[in-house]
């Protein structure tokens, strides 16, 4: 790892704003007083902007007093998955117009033929040119100049907003997708043009198609929502930079990020992650199961050894494969406004149905009829019930009686509580394939709970998991605002080789690493943010000759020799799966690089104000109230903030705060650490 040092101005105010679905999250911490001021506001749908002014204000923050904004946005996620895109187009290589539709023959369902799939770009807008490079990179058929120039006419007469230029193994040889963007330049109105290779060097054209075709189609929707907000803040006082959340755990300059704006796709579940990251590491546990749960569905990371993991093969949904290193983030269909039916066959049944907000649960008294899992914890007293009435609990006992109850031959709490437990078996067993799938046993992690809902399940399924701790952080409930604050500035490099190792040019790949990481530090260099140094991490993705999945191979330095590529190869290989493929050659396929520049570290003690606490554990009970633990129990409730520094609870409790609860099973014990974290050590089976 390479190192160095980066000034820049001063470490004052930092702002961490995180757009949610529901809610638009702030956290604004002061190093120098050590106080942290804290927001939670309705997200504006219509305009992102809105919603973070109406964060500030609520926080009473003057934008002129602060040095730094970081900001995560669903802008370009929502934009991918409701196909609310720019108008796009693109010029391929001739024959290869279908490339994004014919995909690799794979099906939305394991089993059957159903399902349905709308490729970004369609097909009136997929034009092809004569052109074609072999996969060395040596020109079979020279550019078509007078036909590109027609075809960019017609996408342009066809009211394309954005361009893609994709041609086959321009990875190899970018030299048809240079001359086709400088043609480009001279006629396309604005820039919005993606250049497939620069976006992504790498084989398959396929992933590195849809790739490009996603950054294009949101590029112009992020440009003009963050230009929309610079504007906002900047009326409002804000002189300094804003940096924005990328997918892969780091942030990029606002004046930078429209650029490959596909990099933003996964900002918001990347910043809780980063988060966790942090977290555990201060709190000395750097094995981490991230559980980030929400109405509708819960996402899933694994962190080892206090390191994010990031992907190059992130599918945000079916047949949508994005090629950029993204932090790998998993979601599973299950959350607090899951649906809970009894089906024609009689078998319980929890999920992936959501009601969704509106009518939501019935618990949220909008109109809700169907149980869900947010009305069994209410009805099992894990809610607060005077939150919610005497007349919705009533209500949410009666629907429960009848659409589970009387089908099951269950009384009411006992049908809720079948609910809870089917639904924790699910998200236990989708985390459970999520950990294995990369070589881990969840019984060496520790649960990291937060989301609104997430610490109201992470004990039980801790327990279903056999994973013996659970470490519930501060401020649940702003965690992505959280790591919109720690996360550091990060650069992200990744160039196809291809190469049987015994016949790579191993002077190539020392270049290729060094390029990079002088790429990575000139971006991060010309940042004006205070950091504390800059540093570069290597890998390259590996397979033996034959194989079709990628194994990424972290290297020590930018100098591999052949024999330490080949052993840290077989020694992951190894780790992974367990077998040892000596007599097959292994293929040096990509290089890639993360370019980082480490950020000042925040103090995470001040996100409870210390002058809550109370001495004693009976000063911080609120009251008590009976809980559903497979048989009533009065249960004593706490609130957080009041808990003392030298916490030692042993359940049944439940412990409340501003954005959520956390449910301590019988037996479980709860300890605080110095940043204010709650861990919750399992009694057992």
């Known amino acids: 790892?390479?190192?160095?040092?980066?000034?820049?101005?001063?470490?004052?105010?930092?702002?961490?704003?995180?757009?949610?679905?529901?809610?638009?999250?702030?956290?604004?911490?002061?190093?120098?007083?050590?106080?942290?001021?804290?927001?939670?506001?309705?997200?504006?749908?219509?305009?992102?902007?809105?919603?973070?002014?109406?964060?500030?204000?609520?926080?009473?923050?003057?934008?002129?007093?602060?040095?730094?904004?970081?900001?995560?946005?669903?802008?370009?996620?929502n934009a991918v998955l409701e196909r609310k895109l720019a108008r796009t187009g693109i010029v391929t290589t001739q024959g290869f117009r279908d490339v994004l539709e014919l995909g690799r023959r794979t099906r939305p369902q394991p089993y059957g033929m159903t399902g349905r799939f709308v490729p970004i770009i369609p097909r009136d807008l997929r034009l092809e040119v004569p052109e074609r490079m072999d996969a060395r990179g040596q020109v079979l058929t020279p550019l078509d100049e007078p036909a590109l120039r027609a075809a960019l006419a017609d996408l342009l007469a066809k009211g394309c907003e954005a361009l893609v230029i994709h041609f086959l193994h321009a990875y190899a040889n970018p030299a048809h997708e240079l001359r086709a963007a400088e043609i480009a330049a001279e006629v396309w109105p604005n820039r919005h043009i993606t250049i497939g290779h620069r976006l992504l060097s790498e084989s398959r054209e396929y992933e590195r198609g849809v790739t490009a075709a996603v950054n294009a189609a949101v590029q112009p929707l992020l440009e003009r929502y963050i230009a929309r907000l610079q504007n906002e803040l900047q009326a409002r006082g804000y002189a300094r930079e804003l940096l924005v959340m990328n997918g892969n755990g780091g942030m990029v300059s606002s004046r930078l990020v429209a650029r490959e704006a596909v990099k933003t796709v996964m900002s918001g579940p990347a910043s809780g992650v980063m988060a966790a990251v942090y977290t555990g590491r201060r709190a000395g546990m750097p094995n981490l199961v991230t559980y980030d749960m929400g109405g509708t569905s819960t996402d899933v990371a694994l962190i080892r050894d206090g390191r994010a993991p990031v992907s190059n093969e992130i599918e945000i949904e079916y047949a949508m494969p994005i090629h950029v290193p993204m932090v790998d983030v998993r979601t599973v269909g299950a959350g607090g406004g899951s649906l809970a039916r009894v089906d024609a066959a009689g078998m319980l049944r929890v999920g992936p149905e959501s009601a969704g907000s509106t009518p939501g649960p019935i618990c949220y008294g909008r109109g809700g009829r169907h149980v869900t899992i947010s009305d069994a914890n209410l009805l099992l007293g894990r809610l607060p019930p005077e939150r919610f009435g005497g007349e919705l609990r009533a209500a949410v006992r009666d629907a429960f009686a009848a659409q589970i109850g009387a089908p099951l031959g269950l009384t009411p709490e006992a049908a809720a509580m079948a609910v809870l437990r089917l639904g924790n078996t699910h998200m236990?067993?989708?985390?459970?394939?999520?950990?294995?799938?990369?070589?881990?046993?969840?019984?060496?992690?520790?649960?990291?709970?937060?989301?609104?809902?997430?610490?109201?399940?992470?004990?039980?399924?801790?327990?279903?998991?056999?994973?013996?701790?659970?470490?519930?952080?501060?401020?649940?409930?702003i965690t992505n605002a959280l790591g919109c604050v720690v996360a550091d500035l990060r650069h992200d490099f990744v160039r196809t080789l291809n190469r049987p190792l015994d016949q790579a040019d191993m002077a190539a790949v020392h270049a290729i690493f060094a390029a990079q990481e002088a790429e990575g530090r000139a971006l991060i260099g010309a940042e004006r943010i205070a950091l504390t140094g800059i540093a570069a991490e290597y890998s390259a993705d590996m397979q033996f000759v034959g194989q079709t999945h990628l194994l990424r191979v972290p290297l020590p330095n930018g100098q591999p020799t052949r024999a330490e590529l080949q052993a840290a190869f077989e020694r992951a290989y190894h780790a992974r799966f367990r077998v040892d493929l000596d007599s097959i050659p292994a293929n040096l396929v990509n290089l890639n690089t993360s370019v980082i520049g480490a950020r000042p570290e925040i103090d995470l003690a001040a996100l409870i104000d210390p002058s809550g606490r109370r001495a004693t554990l009976a000063e911080a009970q609120t009251g008590?109230?009976?809980v559903w633990f497979g048989g009533w129990t009065d249960t004593p409730v706490y609130w957080r903030d009041h808990l003392p520094a030298d916490l030692g609870l042993t359940g049944p409790a439940i412990i409340e705060q501003m954005d959520t609860t956390l449910v301590v099973d019988p037996g479980d014990h709860v300890r605080m650490d110095a940043d204010g974290n709650l861990i919750v050590t399992l009694k057992g089976p």
Do not use: C, W, Y
């Open 1 to 77: 790892m390479g190192g160095g040092e980066q000034r820049g101005t001063p470490h004052g105010l930092v702002a961490g704003v995180d757009v949610g679905g529901t809610f638009t999250d702030l956290v604004i911490f002061d190093p120098a007083t050590g106080t942290v001021r804290l927001a939670k506001v309705p997200t504006t749908l219509d305009n992102q902007a809105f919603g973070v002014l109406a964060a500030f204000e609520a926080a009473g923050q003057d934008l002129a007093g602060l040095d730094l904004i970081v900001h995560g946005t669903t802008t370009t996620t």
């Open 428 to 477: 236990a067993g989708a985390i459970r394939m999520v950990s294995i799938s990369m070589g881990a046993d969840p019984r060496d992690f520790a649960l990291f709970a937060f989301g609104g809902a997430g610490p109201l399940h992470a004990t039980a399924l801790a327990r279903e998991l056999a994973i013996p701790q659970v470490l519930v952080p501060a401020r649940p409930g």
């Open 624 to 626: 008590a109230r009976p």
